[in-house]
């Protein structure tokens, strides 16, 4: 059974900065896209970045020049570092590979932005 599980949440203050990371087991997701999303309350879930296999990232407009995804698929972990954090940017961070229409979510960590 595919498992991906996400540490690195936590309480920030705005402008400060977190790194997420994700690790994959039971399952060589080297062929995925591999990607954070999220979903704070009373929103719908949206994807923040992905990276593909051979290494192109895509991000969404909010994030662009302030969060950097990378993965390392020997490892099978995809990491995301984010930066100068807003308040908009709490929710629930979900990590994600897809291939296809398989897709394989772990289960959140929560990032707090708050003074």
């Known amino acids: 059974q595919a498992h991906l599980v996400e540490s690195g949440g936590g309480l920030v203050q705005p402008g400060g900065s977190l790194k997420l990371s994700c690790s994959a087991s039971h399952y060589d997701f080297g062929g995925y896209i591999m990607g954070w999303s999220r979903q704070a309350p009373g929103n719908e879930r949206e994807s923040v970045a992905s990276?593909?296999?051979?290494?192109?990232?895509d991000y969404v407009d909010s994030v662009k020049g302030r969060f950097t995804i990378s993965r390392d698929s020997a490892k099978n972990t995809v990491d995301l570092q984010m930066n100068n954090l807003k308040p908009e940017d709490a929710a629930v961070y979900y990590c994600?590979?897809?291939?296809?229409?398989?897709?394989?979510w772990g289960d959140g960590t929560q990032v707090t932005v708050s003074s």
């Open positions: 990276i593909s296999s051979s290494g192109r990232a």
């Open positions: 994600y590979a897809r291939f296809g229409l398989s897709t394989y």
